[in-house]
């Protein structure tokens, strides 16, 4: 098992650098090639860069930016200190407490709240036609909203990030929603969650942790089942490599018969050095391992963000940039190695426009070892990697060896009943059933992590919108000229759900007023 545990992708925030590509602490790794061990994709990441962007048309959006006081521990009575939780706000079109103008939060993700605020154009364009206000509160110990005073101290060992936790991120949200309301006078205006990847799955899990707070949530590529053995270990790996297969067989074999190629040519004498030049990166490399974690993180993430039209949410890229891919990869010419279409193809993600030099393996501008931590305590998602429908070496998951490596990494042992305990999974449909409500899913099959969520209708009020050709969280995304029908549609489809609930809302306080 390698020195570190790649855990998780979604939804997170990577910032790269004109030369760079994402470190081994940060980007989604798959397995070691040395002896198979997976590393696991960094959950729901979301990328930015300072290359030339692939799209200009990317509206710039205007919010205040603010603090709130939260308490470090909400399930204790004990003296703690507080620590400033940042949060983004707009009012240019409430409607306000006297018209019960509704309040629309993003839960914030594993990240920089910013980039999430303004990767949510959804919000931002209904946000005229409900006359909302608009709050993106910052996930605790990401961005700036670091308790113990600052970033080093917060993340010193594992007394300190003991505070991070889905349920207290939650308890912030309820205590800041309730704060603010109060404040603004806005007690009965309702309140409506969004979130995408784990911001979807806090959206979710609020909803139905909190009714009293929020009237609905909109969970978009939320995973919520993605724990113990709710759904087949293979679901994630499986997806990304059909993704590729569709396109086409002989890329998806290439990428499957390249893991291969990357050991026997690591073993050679001068090996690295030759893997060094072919893939461009600025220092060498030294083992094998960091290449495949590179390769392995990029195919994942062209699956998430398979998007119909150009977009630089990730990287700069494309529409179909799987496609795109694949047919770099097929363009065989006499001479070309494996390895040589393998990164002509695998360039499509790292370096599309063509603005960079050469890649490093260990930038890390954001530091985002938090998702680390949380991966290695409660959101302990298993993922392996099949024989037969997997381009990526099999591998079964081992907990006792990811046990292991989260003790090395953080002396603490992973809990991965936890969350279920907490938010259920098992039985989803029933429970659900029984005592939910108001809530979106939406999922686009393209998307790895959908194979994590709710793909069908619960009931009435918990409904499934589900599209072939979607990818991750992409109805949160601005609106382009190029949105095919099918997406314009899902975001008509999400704003009537969500006008039926404010509407229900409304003429509920109506009545009881009247009464």
């Known amino acids: ?44 990441v979301w990328h930015r860069t300072s290359t030339q962007p692939l799209r200009r048309d990317q509206p710039e959006y205007q919010y205040e930016t603010r603090y709130f006081s939260q308490r470090l521990d909400h399930f204790s ?24 103008g509704p309040i629309f939060l993003y839960c914030g993700n594993e990240g920089d709240i910013e980039w999430f605020a303004t ?36 993340y010193k060992n594992a007394s300190t990030l003991s505070y991070l936790t889905t349920e207290q ?123 495949a974690d590179w390769l392995s993180s990029a195919y994942s993430y062209l699956a998430m963000v398979d998007y119909p039209y150009p977009a630089n949410f990730m990287m700069p890229m494309p529409g179909h940039p799987i496609r795109e891919v694949c047919r770099r990869v097929d363009e065989s010419h006499d001479g070309t190695s494996i390895l040589d279409r393998i990164f002509a193809g695998v360039s499509v993600y790292y370096n599309y426009t063509g603005n960079v030099g050469c890649f490093k393996l260990d930038d890390d501008p954001h530091g985002l070892d938090g998702w680390d931590f949380q991966a290695c305590t409660e959101m302990v998602m298993p993922m392996s990697s099949s024989k037969e429908n997997s381009m990526f070496p099999t591998y079964d998951f081992n907990y006792s060896s990811y046990k292991e490596e989260c003790w090395d990494m953080f002396r603490v042992i992973p809990r991965p009943r936890w969350i279920t305990t907490e938010f259920g999974g098992h039985g ?58 099918w997406l314009v549609e899902q975001r008509e489809a999400e704003i009537r759900v969500i006008q039926g609930w404010i509407n229900s809302y409304r003429k509920e306080k109506i009545s009881t007023f009247s009464m």
Not at 79 to 98: E, K, V
Not at 130 to 153: D, Q
Not at 432 to 454: A, C, E, Q, R
């Open 119 to 154: 990767n949510s154009g959804f919000m931002w364009e209904i946000a005229p036609k409900f006359g909302a206000l608009l709050v993106f509160p910052e996930h605790r110990y990401y961005g700036e909203s670091m308790p113990f005073g600052g970033r080093e101290e917060a």
């Open 1 to 44: 098992m390698a020195d570190r545990l790649h855990l998780l992708l979604l939804a997170a925030l990577i910032v790269f650098t004109a030369s760079s590509a994402p470190s081994k602490s940060s980007t989604s790794s798959f397995f070691s090639l040395s002896n198979g061990s997976p590393r696991f994709p960094r959950y729901s």
């Open 169 to 291: 991120a939650l308890a912030d949200f309820a205590v800041f929603i309730t704060d603010l309301k109060r404040n603004l006078s806005a007690e009965s205006c309702p309140v409506v969650l969004f979130g995408g990847s784990y911001g979807g799955m806090l959206a979710a899990w609020m909803r139905l942790k909190y009714p009293h707070i929020a009237i609905g949530a909109l969970a978009s590529s939320a995973p919520i089942l993605q724990f113990e053995d709710i759904v087949p270990p293979e679901t994630f790996y499986d997806i990304v490599s059909n993704d590729f297969r569709r396109e086409s067989t002989s890329c998806f074999n290439t990428i499957k018969e390249s893991w291969d190629a990357i050991t026997e040519e690591g073993q050679k004498e001068n090996g690295l050095q030759r893997l060094t030049k072919t893939f461009h990166f600025c220092r060498e490399l030294k083992s094998t391992d960091d290449l």
């Open 428 to 485: 989803i449909e029933t429970i659900l059933k029984m005592f939910g409500s108001n809530i979106i899913f939406s999922n686009g099959l393209l998307d790895p992590w959908s194979g994590g969520s709710i793909l069908k209708n619960i009931s009435e009020t918990i409904v499934a919108l589900v599209t072939k050709e979607g990818a991750h969280h992409l109805d949160l995304r601005p609106s382009t000229p190029e949105d095919p029908q």
């Open 77 to 100: 009575f004990a003296d703690l200190p507080t620590f400033s939780q940042r949060y983004l706000i707009n009012f240019d079109h409430w409607l306000g407490p006297a018209r019960l």
